[in-house]
C-alpha cells in the first residue's frame, strides 16, 4: 500500500484538517517515548549542536562536543554537499557511519535537524522523503527529529499532512518528531501549538527556542511571555540567545534572552524534563568556540538546578 492509500485509509485529508480548524483542545499527555519518568540526575541531557562548527566537517564538531564535557550531541549543520550532517539525501550507510563517529566520542543524540522534505512535488514524495528522513535518524541513534515547519502558504496543509502520516512511522522507529519556532507560519508558541492541533498526534510536540522568538519578532515578543502559550507540548529545547538587532550567533547566557524565567515558565507548563541543546556560540576560532562551548556547556548546569 502507498503512502496515499494509507493516507486515504486513515481518513486524516478530512478529519484530521478539521481538529486543528475547530482549535481542538488535545489532552496534554506524556509524549508517547517519555512514558517512564527518568532518574533525576538524568531528567535533563544537556547537549550541543554541530552548528558552531558549521564550516567544518562534522567529526570535528563532534570531537569539539565531546571535549567540551557534553555527553549529547544534536546534529544540525556541518561542512557537507547540503551544509546538513543528516537529511533526506543521506543515505542510510552514511547515517549509520554518523552513528558510529558519535558513539566512538562517548555522545548521544537527542535531536537531529535535517531539512526541508519534499513537499513541493507531492503530497506522496514529502511523505517518502519523511520516512526516509526518519529511517536516517534511526540509523545515527536520534531519539527526536526537529523539523523547521514551512514559511510557503501554499504548501502548509501538505506539510502537516506529511507530518501527520509518518508520527506513527517514527514512534515504531523509536522517535519522537517535533517542531520549532522558525518563522513564518510557525514564529511563535501560538502558531506552533496550531501545527500541533492540525497534526492531533501525541507523538509530534514542540521544540522551543526562545533565541528565535526574539529574532522573527524583531526583538518584540519576549520568549518569557510567548513560552506561557506552549503548556503541555514542549518536549526539548533549543539553547539559543539573542541580541539585537537580528544576532543568535550568542553564547547562551550573554544576550537578552532571560533563560531562568523562560525555563520557570516551560517547567509550569509541563516541561520538567527532556534535553536542553545549545544552537549557537559566539563565532570564533576552534579554539575559541571550544572555550565558548565549555562556558555554555557550565550556564546551563547551573541553570537547571537553580532555585525557580
Same mark, same amino acid.
Given at each position: ?13 478530512g ?29 535533563w541531557q ?30 544540525? !549543520?556541518?561542512?557537507s554537499k ?5 537529511s533526506?539525501?543521506t !543515505?542510510?550507510e ?24 519534499p ?10 522523503g ?9 540509523? /545515527?541513534?536520534?531519539? *527526536? ?16 499532512? @506529511?507530518?501527520?502520516?509518518? /508520527?506513527?512511522? @517514527? ?19 501560538p502558531? /506552533? ?11 509530534f $510536540?514542540?521544540?522551543?527556542? +526562545?533565541?528565535?522568538i ?7 515578543l ?9 503548556d503541555?507540548?514542549v ?9 539585537h538587532?537580528? *544576532?543568535?550567533?550568542?553564547? +547562551? ?22 534535553a536542553?541543546?545549545?544552537?549557537c ?20 548546569e547551573?541553570?537547571v538546578?537553580?532555585? $525557580?
Amino acid at each position: 500500500m502507498n503512502p496515499l492509500e494509507k493516507l486515504s485509509r486513515r481518513g486524516f485529508m478530512g478529519d484530521g484538517l478539521r481538529l486543528g480548524a475547530a482549535g481542538l483542545a488535545l489532552p496534554f499527555a506524556a509524549p508517547v517515548l517519555a512514558a517512564k519518568e527518568p532518574k533525576k540526575k538524568d531528567r535533563w541531557q544537556i547537549g550541543c549542536y554541530t552548528r558552531p562548527w558549521a564550516k567544518y566537517d562534522c567529526r570535528v564538531a563532534l570531537d569539539a562536543i565531546a571535549e567540551a564535557g557534553f555527553k549529547y550531541a544534536g546534529l544540525m !549543520t556541518a561542512k557537507s554537499k547540503n551544509s546538513l550532517v543528516i537529511s533526506v539525501a543521506t !543515505t542510510p550507510e552514511e547515517a549509520a557511519q554518523v552513528g558510529e563517529e558519535v558513539k566512538k566520542r562517548g555522545l548521544k543524540v537527542p535531536s537531529v535537524y535535517g531539512g526541508g522534505i519534499p513537499v513541493d512535488k507531492s503530497l506522496e514524495a514529502g511523505i517518502v522523503g519523511l520516512e526516509k528522513l526518519i529511517d536516517n535518524c534511526a540509523a /545515527c541513534g536520534a531519539k *527526536n527529529l526537529l523539523m523547521g515547519g514551512i514559511g510557503s502558504k501554499e504548501l502548509h496543509e501538505r506539510y502537516y499532512k @506529511a507530518v501527520a502520516e509518518c /508520527c506513527d512511522y @517514527a514512534a515504531e522507529k523509536g522517535m519522537g518528531i517535533s517542531v520549532k519556532p522558525h518563522g513564518g507560519l510557525n514564529a511563535t508558541g501560538p502558531q /506552533c501549538r496550531k501545527t500541533i492541533e492540525t497534526v492531533g498526534h501525541e507523538n509530534f $510536540r514542540i521544540w522551543y527556542d +526562545p533565541g528565535n522568538i526574539f529574532y522573527y519578532s524583531n526583538a518584540e515578543l519576549d520568549p518569557v511571555d510567548d513560552a506561557a502559550t506552549v503548556d503541555g507540548l514542549v518536549v526539548g529545547m533549543c539553547i539559543k540567545d539573542y541580541k539585537h538587532p537580528k *544576532n543568535v550567533a550568542v553564547t +547562551p547566557g550573554t544576550g537578552q534572552v532571560d533563560f531562568p524565567k523562560v525555563l520557570a515558565r516551560l517547567k509550569k507548563g509541563g516541561f520538567k524534563r527532556g534535553a536542553l541543546v545549545i544552537e549557537c556560540l559566539k563565532p570564533g576560532d576552534l579554539k575559541e568556540t571550544l572555550a565558548e562551548a565549555v562556558k555554555a556547556r557550565k550556564f546551563v548546569e547551573q541553570l537547571v538546578v537553580a532555585k $525557580r
